[in-house]
């Protein structure tokens, strides 16, 4: 399967841990954004990176949240000191530099509780 | 990016033709015109994608009248495998703002 491949598909955290998800693009993709989703509403924009290069995060992104790519290819966001409210599906997506914009390519996502 | 609106639900039955309408009043002129299927628990798929006119591919037709403010999704003789959520997004090549809106969807239920 040479798809977005998001790892783990679940995580169980208590509140106030660490957590981190992780993000394998479509390999000749240079796009990948993360995106937050929860139940009843459209997915939500985090943050974007052009090849290694973090080129856009959302205003309503806490410093509790951070993502990195690292050599531009596979991408890991870290949540700190997690919350009840961070409860969500968090989606990865990757697309090709050459397309529109809106073409994106999603992974299966990871769903976070946080008891 | 160009704010869409779409119906929020849409009943209907198997077999039956289904048309999804997106408004986008406010569409540039490099914007093109892309439609998403999301089932529960997975990330949004990328259905169909078209600046004018129509296209077709295997999966659905996305029919864009002359002046663009509006985009019509029809799913062909629909299954009880088609009910998902159907997201319409407005937007075009890089110009610096990538921060897609997904909005909310129109869910379809299609029934037995």
């Known amino acids: 399967d040479t798809g977005v491949s998001q790892d783990p598909r679940h995580k169980i955290t208590k509140r106030g841990q660490n957590v981190t998800f992780r993000c394998d693009p479509i390999s000749e993709h240079n796009r990948l954004y993360w995106y937050r989703q929860t139940l009843g509403q459209g997915p939500e924009f985090l943050t974007y990176?052009?090849?290694?290069?973090?080129?856009?995060k959302s205003r309503l992104l806490s410093d509790r949240f951070s993502a990195e790519r690292p050599k531009g290819s596979f991408s890991t966001l870290e949540i700190q000191r997690t919350e009840q409210g961070d409860s969500a599906m968090y989606l990865c997506?990757?697309?090709?530099?050459?397309?529109?914009?809106?073409?994106?390519?999603f992974g299966s996502g990871t769903q976070l509780s946080v008891l | 990016l160009a704010k869409t609106t779409q119906p929020i639900s849409m009943d209907s039955y198997e077999g039956q033709e289904v048309n999804i309408t997106c408004s986008h009043n406010?569409?540039?002129?490099?914007?093109?015109i892309t439609w998403y299927q999301q089932f529960p628990s997975q990330g949004p798929r990328f259905i169909i994608q078209?600046?004018?006119t129509k296209v077709t591919n295997e999966v659905a037709s996305l029919f864009i009248p002359a002046d663009r403010k509006s985009s019509t999704l029809s799913l062909p003789r629909v299954s009880l495998s088609d009910t998902a959520v159907y997201y319409c997004?407005?937007?075009?090549?890089?110009?610096?703002?990538?921060?897609?809106?997904f909005g909310s969807g129109t869910r379809l239920q299609v029934q037995p």
């Open positions: 406010n569409i540039a002129t490099n914007d093109y």
């Open positions: 990176f052009q090849n290694e290069a973090q080129l856009e």
């Open positions: 997506a990757s697309s090709l530099a050459a397309d529109t914009l809106t073409k994106l390519f």
């Open positions: 078209g600046y004018k």
């Open positions: 997004l407005v937007g075009g090549m890089d110009t610096g703002r990538r921060a897609l809106t």
